[in-house]
């Protein structure tokens, strides 16, 4: 091919004939003329193929050509090419000296060159790695030149890139289409099909090298990658890998050890499961590992709970008839969790689950059901779970669950509601606007049945129907004959449960909160979740405004279950949009509803809502505020003048049952709304703190008329020290005269509520305990703080007599073994709800504690039951002591002794001195460790603290009897024990103080000797001794302490069967030379010699003094051997290859259980 610039002659003529000739043999002759060297540069499917000689006649010419020929054209490629060719004559000599790898490289550069001197580019690329840029450059300058060879030079290296041994020629990119062209490479595309036999070897090689012996790795971080990367291999080569032969190894692994192990797996399968046509066959994959799937939705890792039922819900979806109503009923209770991720996957489980059954899989993907439809289709099989489930209360909780994945469902309030009022309401009941609901016919048959639709506030047909009304009445009237009168198709428990879906769906829309107790990890609201709620709550105020009456005037007024749900609903709602929008007639129809209720029951959750709802439509901010409030004081002087003329009729007659029962319902309306509105204007203290004086000096007045005249003068005393501390922190200070009345009240009340606390009757005892509780905590100090030192006046103390009366409520209340014996029979529920109310009266007391209302060595009565009582009050009682400390560290620890003190004490008055063998000294004795343990590791903190302790231990255990012709000697002794439970705290310097201490103490008791066996003493002096005196043997009378080793405590429960020493209970001295070396099976060992310091006089003294009877150590004490020292090497290198040996079998067997549980 010619050069379209003129060459030098001497080029041209250096030219052959033959290059001519292969030039013409082209088949683009025709196209644009490229610059020189451009020939080697085509593409193999633009020129004829060529053979070896042709190539071979092609490079002599170019090097006959010479570097100084043709000087203008050539790229930089070709000039670099030249300038190597100059220089290799000088590295001829070189080249022997090369090394394999630089001749490899000069290989492959020769190699590139040859390649795209062929026109090959992909071949340029593929062996010219170390010349990419030259050979690149040289394309660049070559599509520059001429657009269409060199697009056609890239097309053809982006398909032999590809493994396609086509060639897209110049003829083809012009006469075809892009399809055809593609339709003719795809034909004869056989991408690796032709190595995939050599890759699955490979991919097996790896398999069965690597996987196999690295899945059960030691390193979990390990096993977890062999599970992603076997779902990989799974997922892109699903003809080869998923099989059960593959499969096997992900389900085995559900069995892990770590949670993220298991937690890959289920995410390896969710991939895998999310696929229908892979999941199709994973048949015997899932009838095997199925049980485990579902068992791993309560895993104690959260996260991997969470996948579990993901996972599962991938398989309801995609695989039918695999999960059996077994199954899924273990997941569905999961929507009640208390963890909120957890809570969400279930309730989209049991989404899936029910709209399965309604629509098609594509239907509800789609979401093209129609909304009202789709809503009443949804509750017709939502309700049925949430009744028949045993957390039929917590419908929040449920809602909360379905609210990511069925909020459209359940925000359909037009639907909800019209499934209420579907209905229509009953004779001489108002009339209100109702939803259009149903079929145009039923509408009219509704309307019809009303009456005029043309009065004002009655609902109106819509327009079509009216135009329609002569035909379609007639029609509706005569095809309905034959059928039957349509109800609702929900009963009374639907109703109920239907209503308080409802208010639980406007709760969750309006507040996007979680309920009570369930943890989220999300804390604030987005700009676009803020704008969504706000539209949402404007929607529901718009549509429930006018519905709120009717619904509470449709017989669900009288239904405690319905009524109260439906009275918590204002408070979901915008309520400005009573005067913005001009709807205060459904205002004063809610109120006129809202008095109607309270009228109607007694029932105290229906009394409260009805109070808090009224209190938040008698908001002062509300523009119709004067109006409820007129409401509500013209309610409020009809229940002061009928509590008057009732009980002044029983105070001067007798109590007539009729009239006990109206006047308790009508102090019960006012005691509960006392709670929420102030009523001190009507005067309501004096009436009712007379009926109480009346009840305590006579014992007439029955407690369903105590109780709630105790709760009314309870919250009137509150109301009146509210408007004194907020007049006083608005700067009006109150005049003395209103001080000391208030003062005189509290004072007369508190004495009534004592007075109450030795009551016969357990409820009025309860109610007089919580009152006085909170009437303490209010007037406590902290009244007269914060800028209110004038109602220091106010601030009431707990005398001695009423903490004792206080402590004496907790124990026959709260610390009552009589109690929870009886509860074993009754109802779980009415357990748990018994429990929670011991539980708050127990923190009523505790706050008196903390706030410093009662004296902190009051908390003793609470301490000493730490430990017998901790599963049910651990946690109140664990905060007090934690509380307690920070008020004062040496009052505290003196507390923490007094408990202690009070139980030993009460042990001796029951049993005796038997009661120290008995199992209550070692609870005591436990007790007395947890409280060690609260003194934390900082020993400087609690120095002084525990020094005070120990002392004033020590001399109770040295207490004399109380009576000097009492022969029992020093009782409190073992005391002792318990104080030695403290000594690891101390520091040195005041071991040593307290141990001179002890033996000053020990000599002034000399004489008491003989009377008692002074084992304790001793046991708390080797607690005080310096390490080197320490290691001495324990006395046998120490109790034995429960070793933390479970193979440990093995040993030593056999060994002590056959005759060997034990350690100390809870001791923390240190065990004797040998003690944990027995061996299970085997005779016991000798007691080795201890040393030298055995001889001291403190082991002689223990030996002279006679031991007291006891159950196991205090029996008889082991004499020491007196062997030797010979061969004590020998027996001990015995004693440790005995213990190594039995450690690796220990070892050995727990692997061989963890390959048996993996398999």
Partial sequence: MASSSSPPPASRGARSSSSSSSSRASPQAAAPTPLPGSRRRRPTGLEAPRSPDEEEEEEEEEEESGPGADTDSGSDFERTLRSRDGKRAAHEAQGSRRGPKQLRKDNHSSDAQKSMRGGNLFEAVKLGKSIIESVLDEWLESYKEDHDLGFLELVNFLVQSCGHKGVVTYEMLKSLQNSHIIQQLTESFHEFQEKQKELENLMNAIFKGIFVHRYRDLVPEIRSICMEEMGQWMQHYSTSFLTDGYLKYVGWTLHDKQGEVRLKCLLTLQ?????????????????????????????????????????????????????????????????????????????????????????????????????????????????????????????????????????????????????????????????????????????????????????????????????????????????????????????????????????????????????????????????????????????????????????????????????????????????????????????????????????????????????????????????????????????????????????????????????????????????????????????????????????????????????????CSHFSLLWEVAHLSSSTSSGSLPSQVQLLDLKEKVTSFCSLCQSCLVDTDSDIQEQAFVLLSDLLLIFGPQLARRGQEVLQVLVCKAEPALQSQLAGFLMDHIFSHTEACEMDHEDKELQIEALHQRRSLLAGFCKLIVYGVVELSAASDVFKHYAKFYNDYGDIIKETLNRARQIDRTEWAHTLLLSLQQLLTQLLLEQGLAGIESSAFLEIRDLARRFSLLFGLHRLQYRSALVKLHKDGIKFAFEEPASPSSKLGLVNLPFLELLSEFSPRLLHPDKALLLSYLNTMSQAHASHQGELCWASVVVYRHSLSPPEDAAAPQPCSAAKKIPGSAAKRKRLDESSVLGSPTPSSSSRLQTPLLTSTALKGRPPLLILPAGPQESSSEPEFVHRVPPLDSQHSREACPSQSQQDGSGLGQRLDRLILMEETEDKQESTGEEEDGAEFME
């Fill in 271 to 711: 991939e895998l499961y999310r696929n229908q046509e892979m999941a199709s066959r994973m048949e015997l994959f899932t009838s095997r590992f199925k049980e485990r799937m579902v068992s791993m939705t309560l895993d104690k890792e959260p996260q991997v709970a969470v996948e579990a039922v993901r996972l599962l819900t991938l398989i309801l979806q995609n695989m039918e008839d695999v999960l059996t109503d077994s199954d899924c009923e273990s997941i569905f209770p999961l929507v009640y969790a208390s963890s909120r991720p957890l809570a969400v996957a279930a309730g989209e489980f049991l989404y899936k689950n029910l709209t399965c059954r309604l629509w098609a899989p594509e239907g509800c993907a789609r979401g093209d059901e129609k909304p009202c439809e789709g809503a009443r289709a949804f509750l017709e099989q939502l309700l049925p779970f949430f009744m028949e489930s045993e957390f039929h209360d917590h419908a929040a909780y449920l809602v909360d669950s379905l609210w990511d994945c069925a909020a459209h469902l359940l925000k359909d309030w037009q639907g909800i509601t019209g499934l209420l009022l579907e209905e229509p309401p009953a004779e001489g009941a108002p009339d209100f606007p109702l939803p259009a609901w149903g079929t145009p016919q039923q509408q009219l048959r509704s309307a019809m049945q009303r009456g005029s639709p043309s009065h004002a506030g009655h609902w109106r047909a819509p327009k079509e129907s009216q135009q329609q009304s002569g035909r379609a009445a007639s029609e509706a009237a005569a095809g309905e004959e034959n059928k039957e009168e349509p109800r609702s198709g929900f009963n009374d428990q639907q109703e109920s449960a239907l209503i308080m879906t409802l208010v639980a769906s406007m709760r969750q829309a309006t507040e996007g909160q979680p309920p009570i107790g369930r943890v989220s990890g999300k804390k604030t609201l987005t700009a676009r979740e803020r704008k969504i709620q706000a539209a949402d709550r404007l929607r529901l105020t718009q549509h429930l405004i006018p519905l709120l009456p009717p619904l509470l005037a449709k017989q669900f007024s009288a239904d405690v279950e319905k009524v109260v749900p439906l009275l918590e609903a204002p408070r979901y709602l915008d309520l400005r949009l009573y005067s913005t929008g001009r709807l205060e007639k459904y205002l004063e129809l809610l109120v006129a509803q809202l008095w109607n209720v309270v009228e109607k029951h007694t029932d105290k959750e229906v009394l409260e809502t009805s109070a808090r709802t009224l209190s938040a439509l008698c908001c002062p901010e509300l523009a119709f505020y004067s109006r409820v409030d007129s409401a509500r004081s013209c309610f409020v002087d009809q229940l002061a003048d009928k509590f008057q003329h009732e009980a002044s009729e029983l105070l001067q007659s007798s109590f007539v049952e009729e009239d006990v029962y109206s006047l308790a319902a009508t102090l019960r309306r006012i005691a509960v709304f006392h709670s929420a509105h102030d009523l001190t204007p009507w005067g309501l203290f004096a009436p009712c703190t007379h009926l109480l004086r009346h009840a305590v000096d006579t014992g007439e007045v029955p407690k369903q008329v105590v109780i709630p005249a105790m709760t």
